[in-house]
């Protein structure tokens, strides 16, 4: 736990000791005074003193100025209950939906009309011009002191806050991305406790890198589920795949497209590092079952087995652009840059092994996925 720092603990300790005695009879009033006037300063604190509101703010107060009288004179004035309490102030102050603005305006408040009351009693009791000094500056670093107290609350009660809000959406990722599909209900009542609302349709991104969630997204490291995926793409350089866009009960299926697309753009065979499952339906279709597609083009590509790989090569090139063109001879010649009678004799090769593939309209489209899988 957090102690007062020795700054304001040592300029209490200057201070005559007697003086915290004598101080203590105008307590009451004090604390009057100073409530009064962060009500009257502070738009936040101007409302009746019920509940938890008005005991935190008589409750600081008065615990704030009993610390102060106890510490005149006294470097040793017990800290932990006072560090506690106003670490207890701030964590109220975040569940209250206040920002720290607010709180810290009410100390400082509350310091000057300490001051001004101290130092009026001060005279009445003929205090010294230089120890009423001396208590001004231990005023004004004490108040310091509670701010900081107050405002490490008020961060430590919102990192809980934070880290239980995150630990509620990834939770309510694994239901809208569970396999069996978890019921509409469960989801429905997660996305209440994550206070995320469920948009009608999202995609979902496959990451290969730590990419951060937009503020409507959800994220478990892995993957981001978000109605905007744009809002992603554009604050990320690492590789990740952009799901197609479904209604939220296909979330899971955005998900396996794009995995599948990482993967494709790992090998090689989709250009990245932002990848639009939208752009490559074909080849992710194709690739969907990678023993299927390897039968299929070692079926396929069967007649050209007994050739040099050289040869393999040109015959496959121009089989691919005869498939592409339609066989017009001049335009294969131009696309692979060779003689139209070079055309003719690749063709007549390849006629010669595989006629009975390419004039047979389902045996071509299957020669043409078997050549473009390579």
Not at 87 to 98: A, D, I, K, L, P
Not at 180 to 201: G, H, K, V
Not at 271 to 299: I, K, M, N, Y
Request: hydrophobic fraction near 45%.
């Amino acid at each position: 736990m957090t102690a007062v720092r020795t700054d304001a603990s040592q300029l209490w300790a200057r201070v005559p000791s007697h003086l915290g005695a004598r101080f203590r009879p105008y307590a009451g009033r004090l604390a009057r005074d100073v409530v009064r006037e962060i009500q009257h300063a502070v738009p936040a604190y101007a409302r009746p003193l019920r509940g938890k509101f008005g005991q935190v703010l008589v409750g600081g107060v008065e615990r704030a100025i009993v610390h102060c009288f106890d510490s005149v004179g006294n470097p040793r004035a017990e800290s932990t209950e006072w560090t506690a309490w106003f670490r207890y102030v701030g964590r109220v102050e975040f569940s209250e939906g206040r920002g720290t603005e607010s709180l810290q305006t009410a100390v400082r408040v509350g310091a000057r009309v300490a001051w001004r009351n101290l130092s009026s009693a001060g005279r009445e009791l003929g205090i010294p011009p230089d120890v009423l000094l001396l208590t001004a500056e231990a005023i004004f670093a004490y108040v310091d002191e509670l701010c900081r107290v107050a405002v490490e609350g008020y961060a430590e009660a919102r990192r809980q806050a934070t880290a239980g809000d995150e630990r509620q959406r990834t939770q309510l990722l694994r239901l809208i991305l569970a396999d069996p599909p978890t019921p509409t209900e469960s989801i429905e009542a997660q996305a209440l406790a994550a206070d995320w609302p469920l948009p009608p349709s999202v995609a979902v991104i496959a990451l290969t890198a730590d990419t951060p969630a937009p503020a409507d997204g959800l994220t478990d490291g892995s993957c981001i589920l978000t109605a905007h995926p744009d809002q992603v793409v554009h604050r990320t350089a690492a590789l990740l795949a952009v799901g197609p866009t479904v209604p939220l009960a296909q979330a899971r299926q955005s998900l396996i497209l794009a995995r599948r697309a990482v993967v494709l753009a790992q090998r090689g065979v989709i250009a990245g590092p932002v990848v639009r499952c939208d752009d490559h339906l074909l080849t992710l279709l194709l690739h969907a079952d990678d023993f299927l597609l390897d039968e299929l083009s070692r079926r396929c590509l069967a007649p050209f087995a007994g050739l040099t790989p050289k040869q393999r090569e040109r015959l496959s090139a121009t089989l691919l652009a005869w498939l592409d063109t339609r066989g017009g001879v001049n335009e294969i010649a131009a696309r692979l840059d060779v003689h139209p009678q070079t055309v003719r004799y690749r063709m007549h090769q390849i006629d010669r092994l595989a006629g009975h593939l390419i004039h047979d309209p389902v045996r071509r489209l299957e020669l043409e996925i078997a050549l473009r899988h390579g």
